[in-house]
T-cell receptor, first 114, second 116 residues
Framework: DSGVTQTPKHLITATGQRVTLRCSPR?????VYWYQQSLDQGLQFLIQ???????AKGNILERFSAQQFPDLHSELNLSSLELGDSALYFC?????????????FGPGTRLTVL | GNSVTQMEGPVTLSEEAFLTINCTYT??????LFWYVQYPGEGLQLLLK?????DKGSNKGFEATYRKETTSFHLEKGSVQVSDSAVYFC???????????????FGKGTHLIIQP
C-alpha cells in the first residue's frame, strides 16, 4: 500500500459526459501528479500540482482539467468524453516538486467510455 | 524532448535465470532515472532509482547503474523468481532550473514472465 488513495476504482460512462476522479496523496506529500495509461499511448504524464498550484503540464487535453485543494487532495475533471479517453488514470504524490523525488502511485481509476 | 526506450517483450525466462532489461534515454538536461514495477491489477511501485552518473540503485536483488556516457540504465537481476513476473517501466525526470521538475517520462514497459 503506497498511501495514495484514488476513487472511484472503476467508472463507466457514455461519450459526451463529464467525470471527476479524486486522489488523496500520502500524508505529508505536497505534490500530486496525474498520469494516463492506455494500450496505444502507454503511460503519459498529464499534470502536476504542488501545494495547490499548477507546476508542470504534460500531454493534457484541453477537455481535461485538474486542481489541488487546500487539504492537498486533487481532482481530475474529464469532459466531453470520447471513446479514446478510456484508460487507467493514476495519481502519484511526492514530498517535494519532483526531479529526484520518488513518486508514489495510487491503484488507479479505470475509466471506460461507451 | 525527453524519451525512454526499452524492450517491450514479453520476455520469458526460467526461474533462477539471469535477467537484463535494457533501457536507454534522451533528455534535455540532467535526469534522475527510475525503474518502476507494475503487478497485475495494481499501481506502479518504485523498484529503484539513481540520481547522478555512476550511481547504482538496488532493491530486492535488482540493480541498475546510471551510465551517462551511454545514456543507459539497464535493469539486472542475478536469479529471477516466479514472483518477479510483472511489467517493468524505465522512467526519467528532469529538474527545472530554479526548482521543480517535469513529470516522469516512461518507456513502454517490458512484460516479464518467469516460468517455474
Amino acid at each position: 500500500d503506497s498511501g495514495v488513495t484514488q476513487t472511484p476504482k472503476h467508472l463507466i460512462t457514455a461519450t459526451g459526459q463529464r467525470v471527476t476522479l479524486r486522489c488523496s496523496p500520502r500524508s505529508g506529500d505536497l505534490s500530486v501528479y496525474w498520469y494516463q495509461q492506455s494500450l496505444d499511448q502507454g503511460l503519459q504524464f498529464l499534470i502536476q500540482y504542488y501545494n495547490g498550484e499548477e507546476r508542470a503540464k504534460g500531454n493534457i487535453l484541453e477537455r481535461f482539467s485538474a486542481q489541488q485543494f487546500p487539504d492537498l487532495h486533487s481532482e481530475l475533471n474529464l469532459s466531453s468524453l470520447e471513446l479514446g479517453d478510456s484508460a487507467l488514470y493514476f495519481c502519484a504524490s511526492s514530498e517535494e516538486q519532483g526531479g529526484t523525488d520518488t513518486q508514489y502511485f495510487g491503484p488507479g481509476t479505470r475509466l471506460t467510455v461507451l | 524532448g525527453n524519451s525512454v526506450t526499452q524492450m517491450e517483450g514479453p520476455v520469458t525466462l526460467s526461474e533462477e535465470a539471469f535477467l537484463t532489461i535494457n533501457c536507454t534515454y534522451t533528455a534535455t538536461g540532467y535526469p534522475s532515472l527510475f525503474w518502476y514495477v507494475q503487478y497485475p491489477g495494481e499501481g506502479l511501485q518504485l523498484l529503484l532509482k539513481a540520481t547522478k552518473a555512476d550511481d547504482k540503485g538496488s532493491n530486492k536483488g535488482f540493480e541498475a547503474t546510471y551510465r551517462k556516457e551511454t545514456t543507459s540504465f539497464h535493469l539486472e537481476k542475478g536469479s529471477v523468481q516466479v514472483s518477479d513476473s510483472a511489467v517493468y517501466f524505465c522512467a526519467l525526470s528532469v529538474a527545472f532550473t530554479g526548482g521543480g521538475a517535469d513529470g516522469l517520462t516512461f518507456g513502454k514497459g517490458t512484460h516479464l514472465i518467469i516460468q517455474p
